[in-house]
């Protein structure tokens, strides 16, 4: 009998979901970064929001999450509340063109943060939240503060926001810069909570160091290549889809496609058994 395991996991399927993740596109903020990393202090670039160039970012992945069948799989799109991650998430997820006059109210309005696009629909796509937790390295750089809710609001008023408990951005600190560790705690939390959610396909719309520094604390104990398709930095609207597996009983979530067996109810002796009862009494 072959006993190996090596290399493999098996995990019942509903203790497991399908977590389609996603940086956000090029933001002005990455452009003058790269230039100067002092422009990550400017305020000239509070909450930045996409280039054109990250707009046809958006664009591209939108033809593939349409190509690859994604977009019919996906149950719930949650994105950070930052201007360039809900762009990146309407844009790459979000319904068809939106027509003035009908009475279901945008994913995100014409122009938005002076973007110079088109409304988003909110038809025909999966529901959008706005969660903190997936949010960016919290603090010092002005281009990670979230602006009000109120005013988030105007600008995708499809976007449920209520999680966001605060209407100015309270998790954000001038002069302290979270941690690595308190990023990476932040990343487990989330994750955590996301066991209290019913769905099991979610697209996910963050950030650079929220990504890496959550994800670093998996596949320690997978081949190198493996690991480093979890724990490498994401390049601007790159997309990775990833499987995580309660191993904990963190869900009470119970099997939808198991069956019980024994419908109507008679003997189940396993035929290996009844081989070894035969060999007794011909013995």
Same mark, same amino acid.
């Given at each position: 009998?072959?006993?190996?395991?090596?290399? @493999?996991?098996?995990?019942?399927?509903?203790?497991?979901?399908?977590?389609?993740?996603?940086?956000?596109?090029?933001?002005?903020?990455?452009?003058?970064?790269?230039?100067?990393?002092?422009?990550?202090?400017?305020?000239?670039?509070?909450?930045?929001?996409?280039?054109?160039?990250?707009?046809? @970012?958006?664009?591209?992945?939108?033809?593939?999450?349409?190509?690859?069948?994604?977009?019919?799989?996906? &149950?719930?799109?949650?994105?950070?509340?930052?201007?360039?991650?809900?762009?990146?998430?309407?844009?790459?997820?979000?319904?068809?063109?939106?027509?003035?006059?009908?009475?279901?109210?945008?994913?995100?309005?014409?122009?938005?943060?002076?973007?110079?696009?088109?409304?988003?629909?909110?038809?025909?796509?999966?529901?959008?939240?706005?969660? &903190?937790?997936?949010?960016?390295?919290?603090?010092?750089?002005?281009?990670?503060?979230?602006?009000?809710?109120?005013?988030?609001?105007?600008?995708?008023?499809?976007?449920? =926001?209520?999680?966001?408990?605060?209407?100015?951005?309270?998790?954000?600190?001038?002069?302290?810069?979270?941690?690595?560790?308190?990023?990476?705690?932040?990343?487990?939390? =989330?994750?955590?909570?996301?066991?209290?959610?019913?769905?099991?396909?979610?697209?996910?719309?963050?950030?650079?160091?929220?990504?890496?520094?959550?994800?670093?604390?998996?596949?320690?104990?997978?081949?190198?290549?493996?690991?480093?398709?979890?724990?490498?930095?994401?390049?601007?609207?790159?997309?990775?889809?990833?499987?995580?597996?309660?191993?904990?009983?963190?869900?009470?979530?119970?099997?939808?496609?198991?069956?019980?067996?024994?419908?109507?109810?008679?003997?189940?002796?396993?035929?290996?058994?009844?081989?070894?009862?035969?060999?007794?009494?011909?013995?």
């Amino acid at each position: 009998m072959a006993t190996t395991t090596a290399g @493999q996991g098996l995990y019942p399927q509903h203790r497991c979901k399908t977590l389609h993740l996603v940086r956000h596109a090029q933001g002005f903020h990455n452009v003058a970064g790269e230039k100067d990393i002092k422009e990550y202090l400017s305020y000239d670039y509070l909450d930045a929001s996409l280039t054109p160039l990250g707009w046809e @970012q958006v664009d591209n992945l939108r033809k593939h999450v349409h190509a690859s069948g994604l977009s019919k799989k996906i &149950e719930l799109v949650i994105t950070s509340p930052l201007t360039r991650t809900m762009q990146t998430a309407v844009g790459a997820f979000g319904g068809d063109g939106y027509t003035d006059g009908i009475d279901v109210a945008p994913l995100m309005v014409a122009n938005a943060a002076n973007s110079g696009r088109p409304a988003v629909s909110s038809l025909n796509c999966p529901p959008f939240l706005a969660f &903190e937790l997936c949010r960016e390295h919290l603090g010092v750089h002005p281009c990670d503060k979230r602006r009000s809710k109120r005013e988030y609001l105007s600008l995708f008023p499809a976007i449920d =926001f209520s999680l966001i408990e605060s209407d100015e951005d309270t998790w954000w600190k001038e002069d302290v810069r979270e941690t690595n560790e308190e990023v990476a705690a932040r990343g487990m939390q =989330f994750l955590k909570w996301l066991w209290t959610r019913k769905e099991k396909e979610i697209a996910i719309v963050s950030h650079s160091g929220f990504l890496f520094h959550t994800l670093s604390a998996f596949g320690k104990d997978c081949h190198q290549s493996v690991k480093d398709e979890i724990c490498t930095h994401f390049a601007n609207c790159e997309l990775r889809s990833m499987v995580l597996v309660d191993r904990g009983m963190i869900s009470s979530d119970s099997p939808a496609t198991d069956f019980p067996g024994k419908v109507p109810n008679g003997p189940d002796l396993p035929s290996e058994i009844a081989d070894e009862k035969h060999a007794e009494k011909t013995t």
